[in-house]
């Protein structure tokens, strides 16, 4: 399962990643909403 995470604040969204990715999914991170729909456009996550 491939997860975007969207934040903003980057210590934030490292925790976020460490415990889903401690979980088995694949992440990927964006800090904004614009580069989050970029990404989204060229590879739809889960």
Request: proline residues 4%.
């Amino acid at each position: 399962m491939n997860i975007l995470i969207v934040e903003y604040e980057p210590e934030i969204a490292h925790l976020i990643q460490l415990t889903v990715e401690k979980e088995g999914f694949f992440c990927r991170m964006s800090r904004d909403g614009i580069s989050a729909l970029q990404m989204f456009a060229e590879q739809p996550s889960d």
